[in-house]
């Protein structure tokens, strides 16, 4: 059943890019659509098929690969890859959706987008090291061509930029994988067989390094986020929307599976640079988004800070505070997925994300009132308010990290006032006022192209108003991580009684 996530896209990329004759881009765009309809159907099957109080990996599948170098097919599924599965799965039909069916070349945009849908799904599925390298690194070439042919002005650079960085995080990763397994004796790179908390803890520290700059990289954290707002910005709104919502999340999954968990007292030493490492990120990325005049610059640099508090559940490493990271993880992707998409109808019919440039959008009759009023919602779930998914979230990173680190949470807790202000300058530029004369006229907005937002942001008050149907999938698999003889109680016991 695993596999079929996998192969489905890989299917649907192949019949679209290399059947014979030609082949109308509406014809490609309904055929990827239907592919990405099927996993998404496919997905929701598993997770209703899921038995959350099984702690351990579900619908295995284990098939030897390479014996010599240890390698193995080996997927299987838990309650912290069951949701970002799912979110994969919505995030690609709405990418998919929203993309223009008169986009040039679109036989091979919508095998992209196919081929990058099969890589993080591999990726969340892997359960073997060297193969979650493998799927990680497969999803690198198809989002660099995303951006670099159907980008905007200054695509090539923002491209190669990102080229690079992820080409970095992707040798880190793989040389901190390989120290894991020849280091601990292992002769498997399978997770099953690692025993890597028997290594010292300066092994246990470097081996962390990698781990944490090379998934810092893609998270992104300060300093290595230079990449994500010039990727945002030149990218075409369905990648952003899939960069934002699903890409990031690559990162801050792998430090939780294979930092966190792999290496306790190398996470449990430096639990009080990592929380202060947060602060920074949230801080930064905040007041960075409060300078933009730029709206998708704007949203992108809020996804920096928002990322910061993954990290802060992360370094504080209670059952309560990882629950409220896998909880981040699908507010920030639900979120800003229906920031950007909003962004882009803005761009597509006022011809400009100036805030200097557009305003009174909100005016009924020459304005875009609908899209204003979910821009409202989106910001309000962005900035926390109660009754949505975005603040409950935020709650649970706060209340499950305050307990170890009071300091840092208080200050991160800034960076939630910060939000309010910046995205406050968004729609006080963008929406109210009188009109701009640069914007009249504006195109009528149809109900298609509103479709994907209203689905977002009735997904975003359904579970800031019903959390529990995302926490019940979530809460056994975090508790069996978090043991007595790992993370927790040791972070708890040394840095806890410090602060």
């Known amino acids: 059943m695993l596999s079929a996530l996998i192969v489905l896209p890989l299917f649907g990329a192949a019949l679209i890019g290399f059947w014979p004759g030609e082949i109308s881009g509406k014809l490609s765009h309904r055929v990827a659509l239907l592919f990405a309809i099927i996993i998404l159907l496919w997905t929701v099957l598993l997770a209703i098929k899921f038995n959350p109080g099984e702690v351990h990996q579900q619908f295995g599948e284990f098939i030897p690969w390479i014996d010599s170098l240890g390698l193995t097919y080996n997927l299987g599924i838990d309650g912290l890859s069951l949701p970002l599965l799912v979110l994969n799965a919505l995030l690609t039909c709405i990418a998919i959706?929203?993309?223009?069916?008169?986009?040039?070349?679109?036989?091979?945009y919508y095998s992209l987008i196919l081929l990058l849908t099969a890589g993080v799904t591999g990726a969340f599925l892997a359960q073997d090291l060297l193969l979650f390298f493998l799927f990680y690194e497969l999803e690198l070439i198809p989002l660099y061509l995303l951006i670099a042919i159907w980008g905007g002005a200054r695509r090539?650079?923002?491209?190669?930029?990102?080229?690079?960085?992820?080409?970095?995080?992707?040798?880190?990763?793989?040389?901190?994988?390989?120290?894991?397994?020849?280091?601990?004796?292992?002769?498997?790179?399978?997770?099953?067989?690692?025993?890597?908390?028997?290594?010292?803890?300066t092994t246990q520290l470097l081996l962390l390094a990698g781990i944490l700059v090379g998934f810092g990289i893609k998270i992104p954290l300060v300093p290595f986020h230079t990449w994500l707002p010039d990727a945002h910005v030149e990218a075409s709104t369905p990648i952003s929307v899939l960069l934002a919502g699903v890409l990031l999340k690559l990162g801050t999954y792998g430090l939780l599976r294979?930092?966190?968990?792999?290496?306790?007292?190398?996470?449990?030493?430096?639990?009080?640079?990592?929380?202060?490492?947060?602060?920074?990120?949230?801080?930064?990325?905040?007041?960075?988004?409060?300078?933009?005049?730029?709206?998708?610059?704007?949203?992108?640099?809020?996804?920096?800070?928002?990322?910061?508090?993954?990290?802060?559940?992360?370094a504080a490493a209670t059952p309560l505070s990882i629950l409220g990271a896998v909880m981040q993880m699908i507010s920030h992707g639900l979120i800003s997925a229906l920031l950007f998409l909003l962004v882009g109808v803005v761009y597509q019919k006022a011809g400009s994300r100036d805030l200097n440039v557009i305003r009174g959008l909100f005016n009924?009759?020459?304005?875009?009132?609908?899209?204003?009023?979910?821009?409202?919602?989106?910001?309000?779930?962005?900035?926390?308010?109660?009754?949505?998914?975005?603040?409950i979230a935020e709650f649970i990173v706060f209340r499950g990290s305050f307990a170890v680190f009071p300091v840092q949470t208080l200050v991160?807790?800034?960076?939630?006032?910060?939000?309010?202000?910046?995205?406050?300058?968004?729609?006080?530029?963008?929406?109210?006022?009188?009109?701009?004369?640069?914007?009249?006229?504006?195109?009528?907005?149809?109900?298609?192209?509103?479709?994907?937002?209203?689905?977002?942001?009735?997904?975003?008050?359904?579970?800031?108003?019903?959390?529990?149907w995302l926490v019940r999938w979530t809460e056994p698999t975090v508790k069996a991580m978090l043991n007595t003889e790992k993370v927790v109680a040791t972070v708890s016991l040394d840095h806890g009684n410090r602060n």
């Open 364 to 391: 009924p009759e020459r304005g875009l009132p609908v899209i204003g009023s979910l821009m409202v919602l989106g910001v309000m779930a962005s900035a926390g308010v109660p009754g949505m998914v975005g603040f």
């Open 258 to 314: 294979f930092g966190m968990n792999l290496l306790p007292s190398g996470w449990t030493y430096i639990a009080p640079w990592l929380a202060s490492w947060a602060v920074v990120s949230v801080l930064f990325g905040s007041s960075c988004a409060i300078a933009q005049t730029d709206m998708k610059k704007m949203v992108a640099y809020s996804s920096i800070g928002h990322m910061g508090y993954i990290l802060l559940a992360a």
């Open 412 to 468: 991160s807790m800034i960076g939630t006032g910060l939000t309010a202000v910046y995205f406050l300058i968004l729609m006080n530029r963008a929406f109210f006022g009188r009109l701009s004369a640069q914007v009249t006229n504006l195109p009528r907005v149809f109900w298609s192209d509103r479709l994907p937002a209203v689905i977002l942001a009735v997904l975003i008050v359904i579970f800031g108003i019903q959390p529990t």
């Open 156 to 201: 090539g650079y923002a491209a190669t930029k990102f080229l690079i960085y992820t080409a970095v995080s992707g040798i880190l990763i793989l040389a901190s994988f390989l120290g894991m397994v020849w280091l601990s004796g292992s002769s498997s790179f399978a997770l099953a067989s690692l025993n890597t908390t028997t290594l010292s803890l």
């Open 97 to 108: 959706y929203s993309s223009n069916d008169i986009i040039q070349r679109p036989r091979f």
